[in-house]
């Protein structure tokens, strides 16, 4: 996989979180699992970014 793939499939399941988040039905504790999947992803997406640029690639963002 190249860069941008593997950005658009971190980012893919981070929505997905996102939107399983606002479902009223979970229970705290689901939510809180969910909440922190979502900033695991962010942060996972963040070191991807830093993984790519520091290399000197050439940015496609």
């Known amino acids: ?3 941008r793939e ?3 499939q971190l980012e893919e399941t981070k ?3 996102m ?3 606002k479902n ?3 229970s705290p504790e689901e939510q809180e699992n969910i909440q922190n999947s979502i ?3 962010e942060y996972i997406i963040e070191l991807t970014d830093m993984n ?5 690639f ?3 963002k």
């Open 39 to 41: 900033i695991n992803f």
């Open 58 to 60: 050439e940015s496609d």
């Open 15 to 17: 929505l997905k979180l």
């Open 19 to 21: 939107k399983k988040a």
């Open 6 to 8: 593997v950005k658009d």
């Open 1 to 3: 996989m190249d860069y």
């Open 52 to 56: 790519h640029f520091e290399r000197g």
């Open 24 to 26: 009223p039905n979970l």
